[in-house]
C-alpha cells in the first residue's frame, strides 16, 4: 500500500523567506510523486511530479523537489515566498504503472505568508 | 495542459432531493475518471474509480447506492448523490486520466455541495 505523511498542517513564513513543506512517502514499489497546490474553493493545480527520472523536479512558479529514497522523502521547497504562494498544499503518491493508477493524497499543509 | 471541467461549481439543495455533478475532459480522452470528496481543511479521499463503458469501482466504506456514477462516454463522468442529507455537504472534485500508460491525472475545479 502507498501512502504519504505531511509534516505540519500549517507553515508560516515571511514574504521572502524560505519556504519547505515536507512530505514522505510509503510505497512498495517505484512511485511516482506529486505536489499540488489549491486554492480556496478551487480544485487542483499540479505543481511537480516525479517520475523516476531526474531526481531535483523543478515545477512552476519557482517550486522544486528533490526524490531521496534513502530519507523516502520529497520535500517541497522555493528559495523566496511570494504572497500569492499562500494556499494549500498536498503531496500525493501513485503507482503509475497500470493504465490508470489511484492517486493518494497526504493530509495537506497549509502556507501562510507573512508580509 | 489538458482541461476538466466539472459542472456546477457550487450547488445547495435540499435534504431528500438528488444531486448529479458532471466531470467533462474537454480536449482528450478520458478512459478513467476518479471522483474524491473533501471535507473542510481536510485531504481529498478518494470515492471511486470510473473506466469508461463499465460499473465504476468504490473504495471501502463508499455507499454506491448513494453516489451513482457513470462513465457513458470519454468525455462525461456523472456522479448524483441520491437523497442527499446535510451529512453529504463537501467539496467534490473529479479527475481524468487518458490512455498513456504514464498520462498524469487532470482535475476538475471541483463542485461545492451543501445540502441544506
Known amino acids: 500500500a502507498q501512502s504519504v505523511t505531511q509534516l505540519g498542517s500549517h507553515v508560516s513564513v515571511s514574504e521572502g523567506a524560505l519556504v519547505l513543506l515536507r512530505c514522505n512517502y510509503s510505497?512498495?514499489?517505484?512511485?511516482?510523486l506529486f505536489w499540488y497546490v489549491q486554492y480556496p474553493n478551487q480544485g487542483l493545480q499540479l505543481l511537480l511530479k516525479y517520475t523516476s527520472a531526474a531526481t531535483l523536479v523543478k515545477g512552476i512558479n519557482g517550486f522544486e523537489a528533490e526524490f531521496k529514497k534513502s530519507e523516502t522523502s520529497f520535500h517541497l521547497t522555493k528559495p523566496s515566498a511570494h504572497m500569492s504562494d499562500a494556499a494549500e498544499y498536498f503531496c500525493?503518491?501513485?503507482?503509475?504503472?497500470?493504465?490508470?493508477?489511484?492517486?493518494?493524497f497526504g493530509s495537506g499543509t497549509r502556507l501562510s505568508i507573512r508580509p | 495542459g489538458a482541461v476538466v471541467s466539472q459542472h456546477p461549481s457550487w450547488v445547495i439543495c435540499k435534504s431528500g432531493t438528488s444531486v448529479k455533478i458532471e466531470c467533462r475532459s474537454l480536449d482528450f480522452q478520458a478512459t478513467t475518471m476518479f471522483w474524491y470528496r473533501q471535507f473542510p481543511k481536510q485531504s481529498l479521499m478518494l470515492m471511486a474509480t470510473?473506466?469508461?463503458?463499465?460499473?465504476?469501482?468504490?473504495e471501502q466504506g463508499v455507499e454506491k447506492d448513494k453516489f451513482l456514477i457513470n462513465h457513458a462516454s470519454l468525455t462525461l463522468s456523472t456522479l448524483t448523490v441520491t437523497s442527499a442529507h446535510p451529512e453529504d455537504s463537501s467539496f467534490y472534485i473529479c479527475?481524468?486520466?487518458?490512455?498513456?500508460?504514464?498520462?498524469?491525472?487532470?482535475f476538475g475545479q471541483g463542485t461545492r455541495l451543501t445540502v441544506v
Open positions: 510505497s512498495s514499489v517505484p512511485p511516482y
Open positions: 479527475s481524468a486520466e487518458g490512455q498513456r500508460v504514464d498520462t498524469e491525472a487532470f
Open positions: 470510473s473506466n469508461e463503458g463499465s460499473k465504476a469501482t468504490y
Open positions: 500525493a503518491v501513485s503507482d503509475l504503472s497500470s493504465s490508470a493508477s489511484k492517486i493518494i
